[in-house]
């Protein structure tokens, strides 16, 4: 930030780590900045250090404030209504079980038998990635494993 200070830029190269012995500070050259008056409600600039290395140095702690956590359902509300959303599943099975799903019929032949599989794991691990969403993964890495999918 400038903070409306016009006036006559030092422009530097500095190449350096902490890790490097031999550090690179090269002066450039200069720049003439003409700025806009500050307007009253502008923030006014930081009182400027007179050794010219002290930009480098350790900084001030930040300290940080955290925002409350928010508060959490009871244990008992949140099993319920995971109950409440497995219950579909289980009739679903019940379902398939009254119709007579014929299970038999399923093909026992390697040619026939692996494009099926790779259908039904496909679903099973679409599935298996939505498990996965909802415990621990960001939407990102769902995606992309969608994606691959």
Known sequence: KLYYLSG???IQL???DASMENSLLSNIG?????LPERPE????PPLQSTE???????????????????KLPAKQLSLV??????????????????????????PSSAGSAIPALLFHGGIAAVLL????FWLKLDLFTTLKGVSLL
């Open 8 to 10: 006559k830029y030092e």
């Open 14 to 16: 500095t190449i350096g």
């Open 30 to 34: 200069h720049i003439e900045i003409d």
């Open 52 to 70: 010219p290395y002290s930009r480098y140095g350790p900084k001030a702690e930040i300290s940080h404030i955290f925002r409350i956590p928010e």
């Open 81 to 106: 209504f995971l109950g409440l959303i497995v219950l579909p599943f289980i009739g679903f099975l019940i379902g398939l079980t009254r119709l007579g799903v014929n299970i038999k019929s399923f």
């Open 41 to 44: 409600k502008a923030p006014r």
């Open 129 to 132: 990635l939505y498990v996965l």
